[in-house]
């Protein structure tokens, strides 16, 4: 039997955009939403804003230069839901329970999302039917 990894809910979920400004105003006129936050990622190379939802961010994420994880997804598949962030306790710990599973796993230790003082790893898109997926632990509180 494979081992339980506790999810607390989903955190967040990326949206690849060709214009995050666009998709900004777009999801502001279709919701009234608020801008909970915007930050740039350079070396992930991505802009991004996020809007809470309940506990959960929607995040529309540009590339900056063309040559992203990002782009290369709109190229391959079009813009689109990219990424689902599932929250965990603790990342190490969730970590070391996929491998116990035999996940296949980008990441082998968490990084540090140093913003807001998150661990986060990813989980390799393939055994999640073609959806990047990330675990963090912590919340959106600076």
């Known amino acids: 039997m494979p081992e ?3 999810t607390n809910y989903v955190d967040h979920i990326c949206i690849a955009v060709n214009d995050v400004k666009k998709a900004e105003k777009d999801y502001i006129d279709s919701f009234g939403w608020e801008v909970a936050y915007r930050y740039v990622d350079e070396p992930e190379k991505i802009r991004v804003t996020g809007f809470m939802v309940g506990p959960t961010a929607i995040e529309v994420m540009e590339d900056l230069d063309g040559t992203g994880e990002v782009a290369k ?3 391959k598949r079009g ?3 990219m990424l689902i962030s599932y929250n965990v306790d603790n990342c190490g710990e969730a970590l070391d329970k996929l491998k116990a599973n035999k996940v296949k796993l980008i990441d082998q230790q968490p990084r540090l999302f140093a913003e807001y003082n ?3 790893a990813f989980i390799h898109p393939a ?3 073609g959806i990047l997926t990330e675990i963090i632990d912590g919340k959106y509180e600076k």
């Open 79 to 81: 813009e689109g839901v």
């Open 73 to 75: 997804f709109i190229r």
């Open 118 to 120: 998150r661990n986060f």
């Open 127 to 129: 055994p999640m039917h």
């Open 4 to 6: 339980q990894v506790k």
